[in-house]
Nanobody
Framework: QVQLVESGGGLVQAGGSLRLSCAAS????????MGWYRQAPGNQRELVAT???????NYADSVTGRFTISRDSAKNTVYLQMNSLKPEDTAVYYC???????????WGQGTQVTVSS
């Protein structure tokens, strides 16, 4: 089992910044990737960014150049630095951890990010 706890969400004006944190605990040896997803009201959950075991990262086109995902392995924590925020970034942001075998995805409880115009 893996437990994920997100923090760092809040209300920010357009153009501002926020940093989200995801603290993981449990059987982390089985995890090969972690990431961030978001879900706005009426929309499906969508990928924001992922980071693999080797450090390789992947970003949604909509956040490339504005968001940065990083990881502190010693603390089992993944971060999402969000700069130049836009109102369309408003959503609940979820942290996920992907187990390799057997394949399974763990989710955090989510943290609200609201960007005002």
């Amino acid at each position: 089992q893996v437990q994920l706890v997100e923090s760092g969400g809040g209300l920010v004006q357009a153009g501002g910044s926020l940093r989200l944190s995801c603290a993981a605990s449990g059987s982390m040896f089985s995890i090969n990737a972690m990431g961030w997803y978001r879900q706005a009201p009426g929309n499906q959950r969508e990928l924001v960014a992922t980071i693999m075991d080797g450090g390789r990262t992947n970003y949604a086109d909509s956040v490339t150049g504005r968001f940065t995902i990083s990881r502190d392995s010693a603390k089992n924590t993944v971060y999402l630095q969000m700069n130049s925020l836009k109102p369309e970034d408003t959503a609940v942001y979820y942290c996920d951890a992907e187990r390799r075998l057997p394949r399974y995805t763990y989710w955090g409880q989510g943290t609200q990010v609201t960007v005002s115009s």
